[in-house]
């Protein structure tokens, strides 16, 4: 399976913006229920967001409402418009993509995952 690789990852006071990609080097991706994942210091990795192949979404309870999945399967690339940051945010942030029939929010149903992405919020 191909790579994926993400960006956008950087330090931005509370309250601030990012986006985050996720680019697939293949278009097979674009039938995958891709997700974002992100893992604090020593913490566990959690779900963020994902989006199936229809485009339906989940959130996280802790992102709703200030983080938007997207994808745009003409360029291969899984995105993540994070508004309204808080510290609590920081961690580094994964894409991740399978093939299961159901799109949730959880890591072992994941195989294919990119390097991640560090993100760190200020106050």
Sequence with gaps: QGQLVESGGGSV???GSLRLSCAASESTYSSYCMGWFRQAPGKERDGVAAIDTAGYT?????????FTISRDKSKNTLYLQMNSLKPEDTAI???????????LLIPGDFPYWGQGTQVTVSS
């Design 13 to 15: 006071q509370a309250g």
């Design 58 to 66: 989940t959130y996280a309870d802790s992102v709703k409402g200030r």
């Design 93 to 103: 942030y994964y894409c991740a993509a399978h093939r299961r029939p159901f799109c």
